[in-house]
């Protein structure tokens, strides 16, 4: 399976756009069949661009961790309790995906930090450059003044 497209947000993050019902129950760590009761039952937030009930679907990354982050715990199992997907809940899935969205936004954050450093010392270089010449500037223009002039008769 090739990695999802992701997109910008407004607030420089980007999401994973999920293509089909494998790629949102592999993201949310759960079956196909699951997913598919979580969208009839509960109101997955999934997308039908074609907008026919049995169409295509797609899902945005930062929807689903939202709708997993607000949606009752109590409601996504039969008995009340999560269940059990490789060892851990769903609620700690829910947790696991804010976090790996956090560490994202970190790095872009680290590298954008990085850039601006750089930019930010090659014009502080600039700007010493400059400041640098105004000085020689300056100098030579008082050293012009301090010289007698010849006065024309």
Known sequence: ?????????????????LNSWK???VYLGRGVRTVQ???????LPVRRPNGHMRSAVIALSN??????????????????????????????????IALRRSLGDAQELRHKVERLKAEHGSVVSQLMGNIAEMGNLTRNSKALSDQPRLKAS
């Open 23 to 25: 790629e949102i129950a």
């Open 37 to 43: 009761r979580w969208e009839a039952k509960l109101g």
């Open 63 to 96: 929807e689903l961790d939202e709708w997993l982050l607000n949606t009752p715990k109590s409601r996504l199992s039969d008995n009340g309790n999560p269940r059990r997907f490789d060892g851990t809940t769903l609620a700690s899935n829910a947790v696991v």
């Open 1 to 17: 399976m090739s990695s999802a497209p992701s997109i910008g947000t407004p607030t420089g993050g980007t999401q994973k756009i």
